[in-house]
């Protein structure tokens, strides 16, 4: 079973001066195949250490992630990520960025060449093989990022508020796109956001973080991904349900905002 | 001005400095124009306003040489060729009445008798007034104090023209009457026959200013050089015969004796220090006023008027000279020595264009070059000798078995081991290639060359440096220690230890860019963006590969200028270098021009490392607008 299991997990930096500053603490989950989650919550809440942990750049204190019935221990294919800036590589060519992957694998070149094709037309850059990165728009530029992931087949996508630099028109273009690759793809999704509105569109389930140890405050299941399916998404947005959730998820979070500022002050 | 553009060369010169001067005064109306013109916006520090202007170009390039051709005299030379010749001349008259203009108040303020009364006076004074601060007995006051006003009288007495002997005045005015008479014969303008047979003699001898190896012909080429000439030689005699003239008459000669012997008992006669250093220093202002060069001013007046005349004629006689000289040859003036008259000023350190270029012509002619070697050329070298000069010998040692040995009938076999040495050592038979050769290529190699081990020793380096804290840590020091260090400094020593030829000179041009290629790449590696590495760890690629595809691209940019900063300090080092030691390069070259004063060489030499400097400098500009498009992008 190709599921994403958190198994109590906790973590723990121990800062230079020898504070220990406590971001995850008993987290615990399971990601069927398949599903799409998004994670919410307040600044300093651990999203992005929860990410980090998933994809192996970190080690956690404490309990373990499996997938695939395996430990995760260390960075892998089978984990792709999909970085807030892109994090193409400006040296390289749209296709060359989309082909890293399997480059390093040192797969069947002409055979990657079919796939690039293949990957660039899906994320809608036909034609765009030759360009340079720095030459695209940030729409654009996430576009190769979410190729250049997909193309490597993995069984999890993790994303890490791939949208937030985007203006709010190719944003929305963005999330139907992610809803398709969800859809046409059926893989496991994990996006991490600041918006309220894009965690609810892009999260069948939507994890909600509370700070200071962060942890799982609340779990949603939610419809509107499948909607967005078959809709448009400001249709979407504007359905009486979604205003509701997102309204209380607001309240949630500025009141956890709220006690955090109340704390320090 | 029928003399103006007498030869090729001033033909050419002359009219380059007219077009020049046409060029920058067109340049500079049309710019004026144009800024008419054109909509101009009220915003001051507007960059736009910069953009454009190629007619300023041209006005600056054309000003530029102007000033080379003005300040060297190279357009005096085209226009007045003659003119130096002539300086030469009135160079020779000045210099023969120095030594007598500078008794009287002509240059300076005082007549040379005033100012050496005042200064004994003051002197005998000083001696006065430590006797009194001295402890001494009445008694050696007693014998001291009449030595002072003796010496006080004897030299009023030179001022009084009742004591001079009347040989000393008579020998004055003899002086006077002959500087006259020169002033006349110049004031004349009268020229024997064969002081006008001597000018064509001189014109076909040396025709003239620059035309061959001497700087200035010296003997007179025109008829107001050699009116000017013909009075310098006696002028010098007669300077001569003044500075000989003493006024000693038998009076004073018998009180110089008198008061010396006084003196000299004096010091015999005490155990007091302090009194035999009194008496030392009255021999001293003795000594002094021994020489007799006061004499009364009355007696002096007819030599004072004599130079003033003779001064004002040779102005006279100059006419334009004096004008052309001001205008003409700014910056210096031409003096005469014993032997020649040689250019001062800018006109010798700054040289003349013309001259440049014939010198560069030289130089560039592969045949001649400079000390026996080329400046740039190429020569032919066999495949063998390459081989011989790359291969290390000792691969033939590693070769299993032994070397042939001589048989009885002193014949040498070959086996595989001693033709392996064969080849390392360059001994076949090979077709030849050309390969370029000489001071510049010499130079040029020597830079690449240190640049070469520098990148591929402290890139690799500098990015362990970049990802590693142990190497970091550990390294740093080493570097930071040495780096700070001016590169010459460590010349004396790294050419000690690694010789005068290519070897130690590569060593520290390596030294130079080894540690500007360690801490750009370190720069680089540090600079790579932590989400970069993340994706690419996402994407499945190894430590390895990731050093490859994204580190080592992504510190690029700062190799890249780390390279164009090297090239540049090893260009600067690299001529110290051979300025310290060696016999090629284009150092080398400019030290033996230094050491000759070949003023022509050293800005050839100066020229042609700026232009090589601004090549280097292209070529990595070119190489970095292709290879890194991205720089700054990212």
Known sequence: ??????????????????????????????????????????????????LNLIAGFLRPTGGQFTLNDMEINGPGVERGMVFQQGALFEWLTVAENVDFGLRMKKANKAESARKVEEWLEIVGLQGFGNTPTYQLSGGMQQRVALARCLINDPDLILMDEPLGALDALTREKMQSLVLKIWKETG??????????????????????????????????????????????????????????????????????????????? | ??????????????????????????????????????????????????????????????????????????????????????????????????????????????????????RDSTQIAQIRGRISNLDLEAE??????????????????????????????????????????????????????????????????????????????????????????????????????????????????????????????????????????????????????????????????????????????????????????AIALPGGRIVAGKTACTEQGSGRWLPKPSDTIRKFVGLADPTRGYKGHALLWYKQKTLAEMAGFFIPDW????????????????????????????????????????IPTGHIWDSMMRVLTGLFFGIVLGVPLGLFMGLSRFAKGFFDPLIELYRPVPPLAWAPLILTIFGIQDDGKIFLLFMVAFAIMVISAR?????????????????????????????????????????????GVCWGTLVAAEMLAGTTGIGFVENVARKQNDYEIIWITIILLGLLGLLFDLVMRWVISRTIPWRGKG
């Open chain 1, 187 to 265: 893989k496991t999704i994990m996006i991490i956001t600041h918006s309220v509105e894009e965690a609810l569109l892009l999260g069948e389930r939507l994890f909600v973080m509370a700070p200071r140890p962060g942890r799982l405050h609340k779990e949603y299941h939610l419809p509107f991904a499948e909607w967005g399916l078959n809709q448009d998404l400001r249709d979407v947005k504007k359905h009486d349900d979604f205003g509701t959730v997102r309204e209380e998820i607001l309240t949630m979070i500025w009141d956890m905002e709220e006690e955090i500022m109340g704390k320090t002050a």
């Open chain 2, 140 to 325: 050696q006051v007693g014998s001291i104090e009449p030595l002072l006003d003796r010496l006080g009288a004897l030299q009023v007495s030179l001022a009084s023209p009742d004591s001079m002997a009347p040989e000393t005045a008579a020998a004055l005015d003899g002086i006077a009457a002959r500087i006259n008479e020169l002033a006349d014969q110049l004031d004349s303008g009268e020229l024997s026959a064969e002081q006008v047979a001597a000018i064509a003699t001189a014109r076909e001898v040396d025709p003239g200013w620059g035309n061959t190896n001497k700087e200035i012909p010296i003997d007179p080429i025109t008829e107001r050089g050699a009116r000017y000439a013909a009075v310098a030689a006696p002028l010098l005699e007669v300077s001569k015969e003044y500075t000989s003239i003493r006024n000693n008459s038998p009076a004073f000669l018998d009180e110089v004796a008198a008061i010396d012997a006084d003196i000299k008992a004096l010091i015999a006669s005490t155990d007091s220090e302090s009194v035999a250093q009194i008496g030392k220093d009255l021999t001293k202002v003795l000594k002094r006023i021994d020489d007799a060069v006061i004499f009364p001013p009355s007696a002096l007046q007819p030599v004072e008027y004599a130079l003033a005349n003779l001064h004002e004629v040779h102005r006279d006689q100059q006419g334009s000279l004096r004008l052309i000289d």
């Open chain 2, 1 to 118: 001005m029928s003399e103006v553009f007498a030869s090729p060369r001033g033909l050419i010169v002359g009219g380059l400095f007219i077009v020049l001067l046409i060029a920058l005064i067109w340049a500079i109306v049309y710019g004026r124009k144009l800024a008419r013109t054109e909509v101009t916006d009220l915003v001051f520090g507007n960059p736009q306003k910069a953009l454009g202007g190629w007619h300023w170009v041209i006005s600056g390039v054309s000003a530029i040489l102007i000033f080379w051709l003005y300040f060297s005299w190279d357009a005096a030379r085209a226009f007045f060729p003659n003119v130096a010749n002539e300086l030469c001349q009135v160079a020779k008259v000045e210099s023969a009445v120095v030594p007598m203009r500078s008794a009287f108040p002509f240059e300076s303020r005082l007549l040379r008798g005033t100012s050496l009364l005042s």
């Open chain 1, 1 to 50: 079973m190709s599921d994403l299991i958190a198994d109590q997990v906790d973590m723990t930096f121990t800062m230079p001066s020898g504070e220990q500053v406590h971001a995850l603490k008993d987290v615990s989950f399971t990601l069927k195949q398949g599903e799409l989650l998004s994670v919410l919550g307040p600044s300093g809440c651990g999203k992005t250490t929860l």
């Open chain 2, 523 to 567: 720069t680089g590696a540090t600079g790579t963006q932590l989400s970069k590495i993340h994706a690419s760890h996402s994407l499945g690629a190894s430590r390895w590969q990731i050093l490859r595809n994204v580190i080592l691209p992504n510190s690029l940019p700062e190799i890249l200028t780390g390279i164009r900063i090297s090239i």
């Open chain 2, 395 to 434: 691969i033939a040692d590693l070769v299993p078995g032994e070397y042939p040995r001589h048989n009885e009938a002193g014949e040498i076999g070959q086996n595989l081991k001693s033709k392996i040495l064969n080849i390392a050592t360059g001994n076949f038979a090979s077709p030849s290639v050309p």
